[in-house]
């Protein structure tokens, strides 16, 4: 059994350029979650999806949207990427009030 | 908003010894505090969790305990071994509510 897939595992981009993420949640998981983690530090909630809309969400600019899909994948964009922008970005698949299993992540360097 | 405060930010044990991680929240509408270990350049990993209706729950050499009226709880790891090394980190949220806050992490360290 699949666990949470992410993709890409690792992405270069420049400042000012726009960015999309991806997510696979494990099987018989409906809830998706995204986070970014900066060097050194806790995850920071940024949004969640469950049935395809986005329920919560963070304390982040608009510039970070998502997107949930049919079966439950989803990605995340984050536009004019800033380079404090950099950190591992995570999701975290969930069944409803159940805990949460991360992917590995992708890791995003802006430049 | 919930706010969770980890102590201590760094920690050293001798292998065998008992390690504690302590963490204090501010909401009292959490009701649901999972503990994640991360090893260097991987996932979270949750590895024990715990529910307001409940004060402590065990699962083999660790534990977790419950103090709802001070609003903290602990992460107890015992006879700790060389691959207990890694980053720690707690959580609170409110079930049914999936978003996650977490501590500042604590990065615990084994001699051997």
């Known amino acids: 059994d699949a666990g949470v897939t992410q993709s890409p595992t690792h992405l270069i981009k420049t400042r000012g350029q726009q960015v999309t993420l991806r997510c696979s949640p494990k099987?018989?998981?409906?809830?998706v979650s995204w986070y970014q983690q900066a060097l050194g530090q806790g995850p920071q909630f940024i949004f969640q999806?469950?049935?395809?809309?986005?329920?919560q969400r963070g304390n982040f600019p608009d510039r970070f949207s998502g997107h949930q899909f049919p079966n439950y994948s989803s990605e995340l964009n984050v536009n004019a990427l800033l380079l404090g922008d950099s950190a591992l970005y995570l999701c975290?698949?969930?069944?409803?009030?159940?805990?949460?299993?991360f992917g590995s992540g992708t890791r995003l360097t802006v430049v | 908003g919930e706010n969770v405060e980890q102590h201590p930010s760094t920690l050293s044990v001798q292998e065998g010894d008992s390690a504690v991680i302590k963490c204090t929240y501010s909401?009292?509408?959490?009701?649901?505090f999972p503990w994640y270990k991360q090893e260097l350049g991987k996932r979270p990993q949750l590895i024990i969790d715990?529910?307001?209706?409940?004060g402590e729950k065990k699962d083999q050499r660790i534990a977790v305990t419950l103090n709802k009226t001070a609003k903290h709880f602990s992460l107890h790891i015992t006879e700790t071994q060389p691959e207990d090394s890694a980053v720690y980190f707690c959580?609170?949220?409110?079930?049914?509510?999936?978003?996650?806050?977490f501590g500042t992490g604590t990065r615990l360290t084994i001699i051997p």
């Open positions: 975290a698949s969930s069944p409803r009030r159940k805990g949460a299993t």
């Open positions: 959580a609170a949220s409110m079930e049914g509510n999936e978003k996650l806050t």
């Open positions: 715990i529910r307001s209706n409940v």
């Open positions: 099987s018989g998981h409906d809830t």
């Open positions: 909401d009292s509408a959490s009701n649901y």
């Open positions: 999806y469950y049935e395809e809309e986005e329920r």
